[in-house]
């Protein structure tokens, strides 16, 4: 089987930080496992902000945060946009299309409906991370 190129959303990424036995924790390992991690220099840093809000020190240490981040950056394939893409009602979201399209995925997992009211675009599903693990989870 051929692996799928996905597109993971910061929100998706944050959620398995924080909570090891969550849906999108199992997501995240199905998808370094088995498929290719497509990975901007915008979400990287859009997720490395949002992991050092103060509000997370309960979930997770300053250690495994750094951690986290060590192996997204390890186990993803870094895209440079290539394209620029206006077509989301959040603006803010744009970056996710625009690194889906200019590294060819096949997926973006998230849980925005923001962007999961656009699937498919252009040929790329957008689901979220239980409709994923239902439905093209590998195994």
Not at 35 to 48: N, P
Not at 55 to 62: A, D, L, T
Not at 63 to 91: A, G, H, T, Y
Not at 110 to 121: M, W
Request: hydrophobic content about 40%.
């Amino acid at each position: 089987m051929t692996s799928r190129r996905c597109v993971l959303d910061t929100n998706v990424l944050v959620s398995a930080a924080l909570f090891k036995q969550s849906k999108p924790s199992k997501l995240v390992m199905d998808v370094y496992q088995n498929e290719i991690l497509l990975m901007s220099d915008e979400v990287l840093e859009e997720l490395a902000n949002v992991l050092k809000r103060k509000k997370f020190n309960r979930y997770i240490s300053q250690e495994d945060r750094e951690l986290f981040l060590e192996v997204i950056v390890n186990r993803s394939v870094l895209i440079e946009s290539q394209v620029k893409i206006e077509v989301c009602r959040d603006p803010k979201d744009n970056h996710i299309l625009e690194l889906a399209t200019s590294g060819e995925a096949d997926f973006i997992i998230t849980g925005d409906q923001d962007l999961l009211v656009l699937t498919p675009f252009q040929d790329i599903q957008i689901v979220t991370p239980d409709v994923w693990l239902t439905n093209f989870r590998s195994r």
